[in-house]
């Protein structure tokens, strides 16, 4: 499981790097199931609503130029999100962006079924406030006020 959460960090990582503007985020809670592992990623910047369908086309463009195969788009205009496939190395990993309230989007990546073992926390430092141990997260207006500033830098270049 512990290569398995590497690969899912390695997925959430790069499709944060991907996205331009940088957003501030942080790390949601690692699940195991009887023989998969999932790594969440909390976007702590805020995204407006008539922002959120170019980040989310973003993340897609950024998978599709990465030869992830794109699964379902969701279009919903309070809740919108992209679901994708790493089709590479046909490894069947998967990973999704979603908005759920106030404008906050979750990252998700779920590895397929691997041998059951320990999985680490992950070892990638959150460009955003560290919540360790910290279920749920706070809402995306609970980030410092430099944070809120970049919020507006943010949105601004959306």
């Not at 680490?120 to 360790?132: F, L």
Request: charged residues 25%.
């Amino acid at each position: 499981m512990q290569q398995a959460a590497e690969r899912s960090d390695a997925m959430l990582d790069a499709v944060l790097k991907g996205i331009d503007p940088d957003v501030r985020w942080a790390h949601g809670p690692t699940t195991t199931r009887a023989c998969g592992v999932t790594r969440r990623r909390a976007v702590m910047t805020v995204v407006c609503a008539e922002c959120r369908q170019t980040f989310l086309d973003r993340a897609e463009t950024f998978w599709r130029t990465n030869d992830y195969r794109i699964k379902a788009v969701n279009k919903d205009e309070k809740f919108p999100a992209v679901y994708a496939v790493y089709a590479v190395t046909k490894n069947g990993c998967g990973v999704s962006v979603s908005f759920r309230g106030k404008g906050q989007a979750f990252l998700e990546a779920d590895s397929p079924c691997v041998k059951s073992s320990k999985a680490a926390a992950p070892t990638v430092e959150p460009n955003g406030p560290a919540y360790k141990d910290v279920y749920p997260l706070p809402g995306p207006m609970s980030v410092p006020n430099s944070g809120r500033a970049r919020v507006a830098e943010v949105l601004s270049v959306l």
